[in-house]
């Protein structure tokens, strides 16, 4: 079983993106989810958890900026991203929290100045 995420894209600083991510009911419900980022010679890093019960935490290089969300009919994670910076830029992926899935490809961000 893997996650994919997609919507990446490249994008003027200031600009938007949403990422989507499609999971299983299951895995949805008994764990939490994360969008994750990794930019090249980095170590991916957490940016957003999704919590079973609804609530939500970011970390703070993207509070106000982005927001995590699940659609539960159509089993989706999303990012939305506003106000993209070019430090923004990374692949990111989707997993649970902490990370048990295998890693998806991920979706390529690109922020350009």
């Known amino acids: 079983v893997q996650l994919q995420a997609s919507g990446g894209g490249l994008v003027q600083a200031g600009g938007s993106l949403r990422l989507s991510c499609i999971a299983s009911?299951?895995?949805?419900?008994?764990?939490?989810m994360g969008w994750y980022r990794q930019a090249p010679g980095k170590q991916r890093e957490l940016v957003a958890r999704?919590?079973?019960?609804?609530?939500?935490l970011h970390e703070d290089s993207v509070k106000g900026r982005f927001a995590i969300s699940r659609d539960d009919a159509k089993n989706t994670l999303y990012l939305q991203m506003n106000s993209l910076k070019p430090e923004d830029t990374a692949v990111y992926y989707c997993?649970?929290?902490?990370?048990?899935?295998?890693w998806g490809q991920g979706t390529q961000v690109t922020v350009s100045s």
């Open positions: 009911t299951t895995i949805f419900k008994f764990n939490i």
């Open positions: 997993n649970t929290y902490p990370s048990r899935i295998p």
């Open positions: 999704f919590f079973p019960g609804g609530s939500t």
